[in-house]
């Protein structure tokens, strides 16, 4: 890219991060240092504003940058993820929202706790949840690292490794200084910014083929090398009976895996009432499923603009289509509109990037510093030095995130949000649905359904061909896959159930029954709830 991209691009990126960092910076200054404040945001923010930090949080660089990347290569495959995305929150919005505000404080090991041995069951917890933590943030940094190597001509690998350092260092700042409120307001900002993004670029591909659908349709088929088979299904999942089970784990994955992610079950926590958990639920589904349909224009356009071979030259992995995009739809390299909508469209990539990691980080450094930390050192750990350990645990889980994105950095980021999302349909998923539904679950059961479940999901994605075996693995010149598949979601999700009912017909312990007729209770009606 020319110098006018990259002076406008970083001159954007660097308004948003400094935006940011005042919004930090002034909610700093006005927080009392309480858990409740530093997790929560003292549960006072509304609905609508909710529902635009949840829509914020989940609409990261795997729906802006992977998706669109993915039907830009796939056609109607890559499609799975705008549908499996969308319709999980069906999911979330039945069984989840309400009862996990009631029954819950801080983190999804409160939900499990209220009614079994703590100990066992937040250490369990704790540990799914910063797994998943750092597998989801990995596709953010790898998304970081695509955007600025573009910017940046695609020439430096040095640029795209500070670059993912870069976004450590900063998610480090934002959940450090400004906790929750600090996060919910940049991640308000971002979904706000993301949707205009998104809805110029859908208008632009739209005008281009002068609101026919079906023209679009047809153009990407003839561009995309694949005549009509890009609008059928089979393209990536279609070849082989293995490519078929990987369709199904993956659609599993992403339909059940929502209901499993930390960042987003600590959102409900944000807001004072149950009823106002399952309203933000409502405003969010209304934003993502507009951006989801917009992702989905967006990918036919890349596919029928610049042609998947020039997508994937760029990327192998797709996740350059929408600033390419960008550039030619504002009237191509050189030009003033081709510059300045590629820099617009860069930074609220960039912008989507930040707000998501600092939501990840948060709610998995309030799981190592309220589940882990204050299970393994004392019962009640002061709130003061248990905000001090989440602080401390985010600087941890940065570093961490940072060498695995480094690692992962050519690997598509939806592919990589996808296995993020198994492990937690298989770890978490399971001891939720059992402990809000299942009278006789019991400590051993909910132990055993979180490890029967993040144990198998995590060793299958290590035998898989995404880490070895295959060009596009992770270590290409090794091959110890033994799995198939590249989503474990078909094998680990049945486990974590079945894990979880063994346990508990085989556990010596009686369920205590008042405490679960109290957990009912309290999930049904909101009578206790914090």
Sequence with gaps: MNGDHQTLALLLFSAFIAVTLGITTWVSRNRHGSAEEFYAGGRLFSPLENGFAIAGDYMSAASFLGISGLIALYGYDGMLYSVGFLVAWLVVLLLVAELVRNCGRFTLADV????????????????????????????????????????????????????????????????????????????????????????????????RFHGDFNQLLNSAAERSGHGKDFLSPGLKYGGSWTARFDFISLGLALVLGTAGLPHILSRFYTVPTARAARRSVVWSIGLIGSFYLMTIVLGFGAAAVLGTDAVRTSNAAGNTAVPLLALDLGGGAGSTGGTVLFAVVAAVAFATILAVVAGITLASSASVAHDLYASLRRRHAEQRSEVAVARLAAAGIGAAAIALGLLARDLNVAFLVGLAFAVAASANLPVLLYSLFWRNFTTRGAVWSVYGGLVPAVLLVVLSPVVSGSPEALFPGVDFHVFPLQNPGLVSIPLGFVAGWIGTVTSGEAADEARHAETEVRALTGAGAV
Excluded: F, N
């Design 112 to 207: 499990i706790a209220s009614r079994m041995r703590e100990r066992p069951v937040r250490i369990a917890t704790g540990t799914s949840s910063v797994t998943v933590s750092v597998l989801y943030l990995v596709a953010q940094m790898v998304g970081a690292g695509s955007l600025v190597a573009l910017l940046l001509g695609g020439t430096s690998e040095a640029a795209r490794s500070w670059t993912v350092v870069g976004v450590g260092a900063l998610m480090v700042v934002y959940v450090s200084l400004g906790g929750m409120r600090a996060t919910t307001w940049i991640q308000i900002v971002k979904a706000v910014l993301l949707m205009a993004g998104a809805i110029v670029m859908t208008v632009l591909v739209l005008a």
